[in-house]
């Protein structure tokens, strides 16, 4: 019976480490996530100035 039991241990151990692997994954994860969207934003605030800039000069070429 204590090897049944000191099998039922290990089982929830690995449980418990896997749980806490899959958080630490899960929390990278959104932690690139969001800096991946920020970034994005970013550049697509740069992108509309320099188009908009554009726009600005070839207006003036008329």
Do not use: F, H
Request: hydrophobic residues 50%.
């Amino acid at each position: 019976m204590k090897l049944r039991q000191l099998y039922s241990d290990e089982e929830a151990q690995i449980s418990v480490e896997m749980l806490l692997v899959l958080a630490a994954v899960l929390a990278v994860a959104v932690m690139l996530l969001t800096n991946l969207q920020s970034t994005t934003e970013e550049s697509s605030e740069a992108l509309s100035d320099k188009s908009d800039e554009a726009v600005d000069l070839l207006e003036d070429l008329d």
